[in-house]
T-cell receptor, first 112, second 116 residues
């Protein structure tokens, strides 16, 4: 059972545009929601993360929006750049299990 | 500080064989987690080791096992390989310094296993 559902599977955006990736989770016990960025041949790297008591977190061009009642969260990449082309994974962390549950990933391509 | 290293980076095996993958965590990190990454299933948690003890386990068959040594290095073993075991196997380490809270996991580049 996929505990974290991610969409879209792939995304193509023009340079300077906004990239939006959505995730939905089922387990209300999740208490930390990180986003990971993965380039080909590399392992995922933490990009930005949010706790469920916060509705939005911004770091540079990257923003997480969190809707606790809807059990949804999304990643917004403003002014998307070709260097942002990568696969993005949302994840949910369950402290008791000390385990990350990942979404299936979104391959982002930013066209120059 | 050196990152997480995994060896080998690429591996080709045949069905029925067994394989051992190695992971060296960031110096000072005591927790090592293993994940399987496939195009269809994405990243799935295999197990976590902390201070040489398996602390958590995902939903994988017993053919997947692991261990951690006193220097925190970890190995993962897959016995009786099946075609479906072809995947990128990722290792992640964390300091696990904050009890009952998320400790950032740092991922290695992975080992690409192909089963023929």
């Amino acid at each position: 059972q996929q505990q974290v559902k991610q969409s879209p599977q792939s995304l193509i955006v023009q340079k300077g545009g906004i990239s939006i990736i959505n995730c939905a989770y089922e387990n209300t016990a999740f208490d930390y929601f990180p986003w990971y960025q993965q380039f080909p041949g590399k392992g995922p790297a933490l990009l930005i993360a949010i706790r469920p008591d916060v509705s939005e977190k911004k770091e540079g061009r990257f923003t997480i929006s969190f809707n606790k009642s809807a059990k949804q969260f999304s990643l917004h990449i403003m002014d998307s750049q070709p260097g942002d082309s990568a696969t993005y994974f949302c994840a949910s962390f369950l402290t008791g299990a000390n385990n990350l549950f990942f979404g299936t990933g979104t391959r982002l391509t930013v066209i120059p | 500080k050196a990152g997480v290293t995994q060896t080998p980076r690429y591996l080709i095996k045949t069905r029925g064989q067994q394989v051992t993958l190695s992971c060296s965590p960031i110096s000072g990190h005591r927790s090592v987690s293993w994940y399987q990454q496939t195009p269809g299933q994405g990243l799935q948690f295999l197990f976590e080791y902390f201070s040489e003890t398996q602390r958590n386990k995902g939903n994988f068959p017993g053919r997947f096992s692991g261990r951690q040594f006193s220097n925190s290095r970890s190995e993962m073993n897959v016995s009786t390989l099946e075609l479906g075991d072809s995947a990128l196997y990722l290792c992640a380490s964390s300091s696990a310094s904050r009890q009952g809270a998320y400790n950032e996991q740092f991922f290695g580049p992975g080992t690409r296993l192909t089963v023929l």
